[in-house]
Nanobody, 120 residues
Framework: QVQLVESGGGLVQAGGSLRLSCAVSGSISRINIMAWYRQAPGKERELVASIANGGSPTYADSVKGRFTISTISGDNAKNTVDLQMNSLKAEDTAVYYC???????????WGQGTQVTVSS
């Protein structure tokens, strides 16, 4: 099993910055891809940014140049996945979810979500 706990959400004015953090623990050695998703009210969950083991980050077009995903390998089978969000816009308002994906056998693990609200 893999456990994900997000932190760092909140209320920020348009143009401001927030940093989300996801603490990952458990059977992390079998995780292949880490990602951040978001879901705005009335909309489907969408992929914001992802990074595969040994790969380069990828971003949704709507956040390119503003968001940065990064991972830190820690001790005791714990990792951290951060999402630095700059130049925030009102349309970035959503619940943000940390995601860990295992390819074989396939599995997705989710955090509980953290609310980000950008006031215009």
């Amino acid at each position: 099993q893999v456990q994900l706990v997000e932190s760092g959400g909140g209320l920020v004015q348009a143009g401001g910055s927030l940093r989300l953090s996801c603490a990952v623990s458990g059977s992390i050695s079998r995780i292949n891809i880490m990602a951040w998703y978001r879901q705005a009210p009335g909309k489907e969950r969408e992929l914001v940014a992802s990074i595969a083991n040994g790969g380069s980050p990828t971003y949704a077009d709507s956040v390119k140049g503003r968001f940065t995903i990064s991972t830190i390998s820690g001790d005791n089978a714990k990792n951290t996945v951060d999402l630095q969000m700059n130049s925030l816009k009102a349309e970035d308002t959503a619940v943000y979810y940390c995601n860990a994906r295992r390819l074989f056998p396939p599995a997705h693990y989710w955090g509980q979500g953290t609310q980000v609200t950008v006031s215009s």
